[in-house]
């Protein structure tokens, strides 16, 4: 994902979280330090970018930030090719543990996770700007 990824990248935020959306200072903020500890992508069908994701490293522990995909291609694996992008780059990166929270209303998503091998280990209730809980989850590395 680059800067110029923003305008795409930050309707599909709001569309997908209308009530939590990150501003595009933060999606700024999360691209400038790329380099050093985010790693950032975007799935491109028809030169139209349909979804992102990005992962933050320090040490050997990562942090799923964020994954959003379109509507329409949604159940398609676009997500899923997303998470092994952000799970191999946090592996190059020397991540042994990777973290995530996920709505507990988003059995769609934590079924993803959970195929990955990320397990609940809390709940954060009422993380959400609605009042809804986040199932934390935590994803070992391979070697």
């Given at each position: 994902m680059t800067e110029g990824d923003l305008p795409e990248?930050?309707?599909?935020?709001r569309a997908t979280f209308p009530l939590?959306?990150?501003s595009e200072g933060m999606m700024r903020g999360e691209l400038a330090d790329q380099p050093r500890t985010r790693h950032y992508v975007v799935a491109v069908v028809d030169?139209?970018?349909?979804?992102y994701a990005g992962v933050a490293v320090a040490a050997d522990q990562a942090d799923v930030q964020t994954?959003?995909?379109?509507?329409?291609h949604r159940g398609t694996g676009v997500g899923a090719a997303m998470l092994t992008e952000l799970l191999a780059e946090a592996r190059r990166r020397g991540a042994r543990e990777i973290f995530l929270e996920v709505r507990e209303d988003n059995p769609v998503a934590r079924g993803l996770y959970e195929r990955f091998g990320f397990e609940s280990i809390g709940t954060r209730r009422r993380y959400y700007d609605d009042g809804t809980d986040a199932i934390m989850m935590r994803g070992?590395?391979?070697g």
């Open positions: 990248v930050m309707a599909i935020e939590d959306a990150w030169d139209v970018i349909i979804g994954i959003a995909v379109l509507p329409a070992k590395q391979d």
